[in-house]
């Protein structure tokens, strides 16, 4: 079992910046790599960023790329997610989500996600 908690949203004026938390625990956290998705109204969920405990990084979403960066506190067991130049368009609920570890390629695959957390609300006003 892994558990996860996100903080950090709330509402940012376009060009802003903004840092996500995702708090994780549980016994089994070594076999998880942790994952950034969000959905957005009316749209589906869509990823965007995700790290191993090793520090590998998967390409980030194109939407993101040069914007956003994840990064991790394996002391804290914590995964953050830097938020610079924002846009109306990134207004979304984030949700951290933990992968399998062993299979990278499948990080950026929503279906391949076994737990996630309760989401964060961002909201980037024009």
């Known amino acids: 079992q892994v558990r996860l908690v996100e903080s950090g949203g709330g509402l940012v004026h376009t060009g802003g910046s903004q840092r996500l938390s995702c708090a994780a625990s549980?016994?089994?956290?070594?076999?998880?790599?942790i994952g950034w998705l969000r959905q957005a109204p009316g749209k589906e969920r869509e990823f965007v960023a995700a790290?191993?405990?090793?520090?590998?990084?998967?390409p980030y979403a194109e939407s993101v790329k040069d914007r956003f960066a994840v990064s991790s506190d394996n002391a804290k067991n914590t995964v953050y997610l830097q938020m610079n130049s924002l846009k109306p368009d990134d207004t979304a609920v984030y949700y951290c989500?933990?992968?399998?570890?062993?299979?990278?390629?499948?990080?950026?695959?929503?279906?391949?996600?076994?737990?996630w957390g309760q989401g964060t609300q961002v909201i980037v006003s024009s």
């Open positions: 790290i191993g405990h090793d520090g590998h990084k998967t």
């Open positions: 989500g933990a992968v399998r570890f062993v299979s990278p390629h499948s990080w950026d695959k929503i279906f391949k996600y076994d737990y």
């Open positions: 549980g016994r089994s956290l070594s076999n998880y790599a």
